[in-house]
């Protein structure tokens, strides 16, 4: 059975902090490919961003081009809105049950899993994969099916940050991939 690892997010922009912890996922668990899911409108979490779905699916796809095992997933993307995670997981194991998915995300996430939707059913349905975050504990609200909690390296860095960082005209650009730096550029994202 392929295994496949689910990374969810907005995405906007993608950066190093996500490259890091779909590989240290796919490493730990040697799965085969990463799916890099964003989603249409996050509920669970606010966006204070006017960047657009078209612009946020162009920087994933210019993301995933550099590892031969990532790839884009729109599944979330063309469903009706609001998507909720466990919906979405849902249907996805549905359709493709010849799949043995995961799912993969910061320890900011899993400090406020609580906060998701159907989150004690999503924590039953597929192991999960926590990639360690700077200024957040380890710590869940709720039992797993499976939890792997990788701790080698915390990255801090955030879309947050980047937008801003890009707003006064002090970004780092070693925090993107040059393909996602020059997208930005030319769009003029977050200026
Ligand atoms: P924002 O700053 O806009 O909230 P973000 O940097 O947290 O964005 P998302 O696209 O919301 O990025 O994150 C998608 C997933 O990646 C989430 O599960 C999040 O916890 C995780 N993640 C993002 N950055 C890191 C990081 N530096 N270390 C570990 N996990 C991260």
């Known amino acids: 059975m392929k295994k496949v690892g689910l990374l969810g997010g907005t995405f906007d922009p993608p950066h190093i902090g996500h490259l890091v912890m779909a590989e240290e996922a796919r490493l730990e668990k040697s799965l085969d490919e990463i799916w890099w899911m964003p989603n249409p409108f996050p509920p669970h979490k606010e966006i204070n961003s ?3 779905e078209e612009n946020r699916l162009d920087l994933v796809k210019k993301m995933v081009d550099c590892h031969p095992s990532f790839r884009l997933c729109t599944f979330e993307m063309e469903r009706p809105c609001p998507s909720y995670t466990t919906d979405t997981v849902k249907a996805l194991m549905e359709e493709m049950p ?3 998915f ?3 995300m910061g320890g900011d996430s899993l400090e406020n899993f609580h906060k998701w939707y159907k989150y004690e059913e999503l924590s039953e349905l597929l192991p999960f ?3 360690a975050r700077p200024g957040y504990r380890p710590t869940h609200p709720t039992s797993f099916r499976e939890l792997t909690i990788i701790n080698n390296i915390k990255l801090d860095v955030s879309s947050t940050e980047i937008r801003h960082k890009i707003k006064i005209g002090a970004l780092n650009r070693f ?3 040059d393909a996602v730096y020059d997208y930005i550029r030319e769009y003029r994202l977050y200026e």
Do not use: E, G, N, R
């Open 50 to 52: 006017a960047t657009s």
């Open 129 to 131: 994969i926590v990639v």
């Open 175 to 177: 925090l993107l991939t």
């Open 102 to 104: 995961s799912f993969i």
């Open 98 to 100: 010849t799949i043995q």
